[in-house]
């Protein structure tokens, strides 16, 4: 396995408030870690800091061994790093299937060998239509979707993406469609194909069963640590 990633004492600050304080983390090749604490933890700031969108106020992050603590957020995408959002984010008046095309784009310099599934792009995606459940709706605009559905899609438009680490960010919240038991499977799926996933939650029971390890975030430190 090996590690993946490695995060060394990582910090962010926002004027005063300190989000992110001085975190350390490795992240296995190949596992799924479930990232855990209460609103207002640091969660999705870390996420923040590992897929490029926010620069860290220090310390640094490095991903298959080259530091890309700088790196652009597309830059990163490219590399093999995706991330999802807490609310929902496609493009409404794209279709279901345009939205998950999308994805490849980003993922168009990569080796042919990282595909996950299927000879080409067009059975890749129809792969990821099926598993997401998405394919009956796959001529719908986006913006007629559900909004469960469009965590869905959105999650879609990632695997699409062809990633080698996926930062999921409260996949379970704010929606039943995606019921706990699929999403379940599915990472599994997907982490069996080896796809390294860190998954935040702030319920710890929902991603228990599911992770290899638990690290736990409060006051934007990590208290439990997964070493
Ligand atoms: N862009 C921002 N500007 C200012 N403060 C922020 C920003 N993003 C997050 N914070 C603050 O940082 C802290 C951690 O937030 P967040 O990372 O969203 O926590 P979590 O995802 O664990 O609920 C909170 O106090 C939040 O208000
Ligand atoms: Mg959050």
């Given amino acids: 396995m090996g590690k993946i990633a490695r ?3 990582l910090n962010k600050h926002f004027d005063g408030l300190r989000a992110v304080k001085e975190v350390d983390m490795t992240i296995e090749r190949g596992s799924v870690t479930g990232l855990v604490g209460p609103n207002g933890a640091g969660k ?8 490029g969108f926010l620069p860290p106020s220090t310390g ?7 530091e890309i603590t700088d790196w652009s957020v597309s ?4 590399a093999g790093i995706t991330r999802t959002f807490q609310g929902s984010r496609v493009f409404s008046g794209l279709s279901v299937r345009e939205n998950v095309v999308t994805g490849t784009y980003s993922a168009k310099n990569r080796e042919a060998s990282e595909e996950p599934v299927g000879d080409g792009i067009g059975s ?9 459940k998405l394919r009956k709706y796959e001529e719908f605009l986006a913006r007629h979707l559900s909004y469960g559905y469009k965590r869905r899609l959105e999650l879609a438009i990632a695997i699409a993406t062809n990633p080698k680490l996926l930062l999921l960010d409260e996949p379970f919240s704010g929606t039943n469609t995606f019921d706990l038991q699929e999403l379940t499977g599915l990472i599994k799926l997907l982490s069996h194909k080896g796809l390294t996933v860190v998954l935040v939650e702030h319920d710890l029971g ?15 430190k990590v208290t439990i640590p997964n070493e």
Avoid: P
């Fill in 206 to 220: 929902s991603v228990a069963s599911l992770a290899d390890n638990l690290v736990h975030m409060d006051g934007g």
């Fill in 75 to 78: 830059r990163r995408v490219k």
């Fill in 124 to 132: 890749r995606i129809d792969w990821i239509l099926k598993v997401t």
């Fill in 60 to 66: 640094s992050i490095y991903f298959e061994g080259r």
């Fill in 7 to 9: 995060l060394e004492n």
């Fill in 44 to 51: 999705t700031t870390l996420f923040n800091l590992i897929s």
